[in-house]
């Protein structure tokens, strides 16, 4: 039978062992582990890669009241830090604006930045590219298709504007024009025109039937 020195040899050996271990775990714990190695820099062949890159995305934004303000989805989105610019691929833009029909308006590809010169730092700007196009179920049968190189949409304010010519086909006939403003929010496009790029319109024959 062990004796009692022994057994409290024993007692004091495994108390020490575990003082030892909780003061190895404190210092684990709580003791700074030094300087924070520097992160390595962006190799060459990476530095053009976006900080995100979503595919099959979808943006929904909202108005304060909680209805829908426009919808923004792409099949590709890919986001640069550095450009302060997010690049779309197939954009698919719809702007709403209730009671009245929404507009649809897509494109080959596209990117956003923040609106130049704007006060607020939240409001953007979309650049659609390529075989652009804004259409308009306007009820009844009524539709409005424009076909354009480029786009500039502004969706908070639902303002577009380009400075290249646009066809405007319609269930009333087809207008050609050099240039386009338009008031998205109110329905209302103003064409423009120059010297060489006149507004050129063609009734359809039964349109007053």
């Keep these: ?3 009692a020195d022994h057994s409290y040899r024993n007692r004091r050996i495994l108390w ?9 775990g404190a210092l684990l714990l709580f ?3 030094g300087e924070p190695e520097e992160l390595p ?4 062949s990476v530095a053009g890669e976006p900080d995100l890159h979503i595919e099959d ?5 909202y108005a304060a009241g909680g209805s829908m303000k ?9 986001h640069f830090d550095s450009q302060r610019a997010t690049r779309l691929t197939e954009p698919d833009l719809i702007l709403y604006r209730e009671p009245h029909p929404p507009w649809r308006i897509t494109a080959e590809r596209g990117f956003i930045r923040p609106r130049q010169g704007s006060t607020d730092a939240s409001e953007e700007q979309v650049f659609l590219r390529d075989n652009v196009r804004m259409q308009q179920q306007t009820g009844n049968g009524g539709f409005l298709s424009l076909g354009t190189t480029s786009l500039t949409v502004y969706p908070d304010s639902r303002y577009a504007t380009t400075d290249q010519d646009v066809m405007i086909d319609s269930d009333l006939g087809r207008t050609q024009a050099g240039g386009l403003n338009g008031d998205l929010q109110q329905g209302n496009l103003e064409l423009t025109s120059d010297a060489t790029h006149r507004v050129h319109t063609i009734l359809l024959p039964d349109q007053f039937k």
């Design 31 to 33: 003791e700074p582990l």
């Design 16 to 24: 020490l062992f575990t003082a030892l271990a909780c003061g190895l």
């Design 57 to 61: 995305a979808v943006i929904s934004q």
């Design 41 to 44: 820099e962006v190799p060459v």
């Design 1 to 3: 039978m062990p004796s």
């Design 70 to 78: 426009y919808r923004l989805s792409a099949r590709q989105i890919r």
